[in-house]
Structures are given as structure tokens and as C-alpha cells.
T-cell receptor, first 117, second 115 residues
């Protein structure tokens, strides 16, 4: 399995500001995913990030609010823009492992705990 | 619609007791099935997975899960719980085919272990 790190591990931000979260993987991966876990809730997929193409966003998430970059096969960033207290969540990146061209499982980073005041 | 149901939001067991966490799914076909564990302040760790074949799968930390197609269930079990098993457990399903594996997560079951 891949080793995934995220920065920052946690942050406290003021409303109206933006935060960029970094996700670094120790091996090259095709598929990277960004999830949100709101307090006491399960995980919700924000978007899928492929290297060299635009991220694919899930219903309810838009690029203006959550811009994503994927400059290479080991790195991605998620920006939470114009934050409000409702954005307080844990944000997790994950990577998919491939078998026969199909992503068969995902491995998760440690998460970034964001608090917006 | 595809969905995952974990009926038990919170479970408390005594250390050494057996454990079963329930997971039911609604899906158009047999999906890939996963159990993840999230310890406090941590990310998610994959416990085990089912793709096909033997319906009883073994995972890490002494966990196992059984896929029952007739019941659309994938329940997680452990014969003897340790205090370190206290965590949140998530069942997830993914599409059986396709270019990428979008995971749909259940709401989670929080496990507390009494000494």
C-alpha cells in the first residue's frame, strides 16, 4: 500500500479566507480522491483528481469552492475557498490501487482537520 | 440508488467479548466491499476487502467479514475484542467495474470497549 502524507494536519482559519491542503504519495498513482468528513459524519467524495486532466467533481461540490491541482503522479492539492464555519471538517485524500486497469481499493492519508471561526 | 447502511451508530462491548458490526448495501450488482477503521484523530485504515470468491474474508488485526449475497450484507466480526479496537468503523462499497472506484461509505459505527 502507498504511504500518504497530508499538510497541514490541522488548521484554524478565519471565515472568508482560503486554505490549501497538500497530499503527497510515496509512489506514482493514477487516481487520487478528495473526501470531506463533517463532524460526526461519514465520508463524502468531493472530487477525483487525475494527472493531466481537470478534476471530476461530485454533485454538490464545485470547482470555484474546491479547486484542485494535480501537477504530477505523486502530488495533489485541494483548496477550500472563501471559508465559512460550515466548511469545518476533516479533509482526506486517498489514492487508488490498480489491478488490471481497474482501481480496486483506496488508501487514505491521515486527514487535515480544519476549523473555521 | 446505491447506498450503504450501518444500522448501529454506537456499540459498546467488554474487552474479550465477541463483536459483530452490521453492514447492508443496496447496489445494482455485487460490488466490491470494504471495511475501514478510523482511530481518533487518524485517517482511515483498510481492514479487509471482498472482491469475489470465498465469502469469508480475513483481514488485519484479527477481523473477518462474511459476504452474504442473499442478505446484501457484509458484516464484520472479531472473536475477542481488545481495548485498542475502540474506534469508528466504516463499511464501504465500490463499483464492480469501471475506470475508477468511487467508494460509497456507510455512516459508521463507533465502537467503545469497556475494560
Amino acid at each position: 500500500s502507498a504511504v500518504i502524507s497530508q499538510k497541514p494536519s490541522r488548521d484554524i482559519c478565519q471565515r472568508g479566507t482560503s486554505l490549501t491542503i497538500q497530499c503527497q504519495v510515496d509512489s506514482q498513482v493514477t487516481m487520487m480522491f478528495w473526501y470531506r468528513q463533517q463532524p460526526g459524519q461519514s465520508l463524502t467524495l468531493i472530487a477525483t483528481a487525475n494527472q493531466g486532466s481537470e478534476a471530476t467533481y461530485e454533485s454538490g461540490f464545485v470547482i470555484d469552492k474546491f479547486p484542485i491541482s494535480r501537477p504530477n503522479l505523486t502530488f495533489s492539492t485541494l483548496t477550500v475557498s472563501n471559508m465559512s464555519p460550515e466548511d469545518s471538517s476533516i479533509y482526506l485524500c486517498s489514492v487508488g490501487s490498480l489491478a488490471g486497469g481497474i482501481t480496486v481499493e483506496q488508501f487514505f492519508g491521515p486527514g487535515t482537520r480544519l476549523t473555521v471561526l | 440508488a446505491q447506498s450503504v447502511t450501518q444500522p448501529d451508530i454506537h456499540i459498546t462491548v467488554s474487552e474479550g467479548a465477541s463483536l459483530e458490526l452490521r453492514c447492508n448495501y443496496s447496489y445494482g450488482a455485487t460490488p466490491y466491499l470494504f471495511w475501514y477503521v478510523q482511530s481518533p484523530g487518524q485517517g482511515l485504515q483498510l481492514l479487509l476487502k471482498y472482491f469475489s470468491g470465498d465469502t469469508l474474508v480475513q483481514g488485519i488485526k484479527g477481523f473477518e467479514a462474511e459476504f452474504k449475497r442473499s442478505q446484501s450484507s457484509f458484516n464484520l466480526r472479531k472473536p475477542s475484542v481488545h481495548w485498542s479496537d475502540a474506534a469508528e468503523y466504516f463499511c464501504a462499497v465500490g463499483p464492480p467495474r469501471g475506470g475508477y472506484n468511487k467508494l460509497i461509505f456507510g455512516a459508521g459505527t463507533r465502537l467503545a470497549v469497556h475494560p
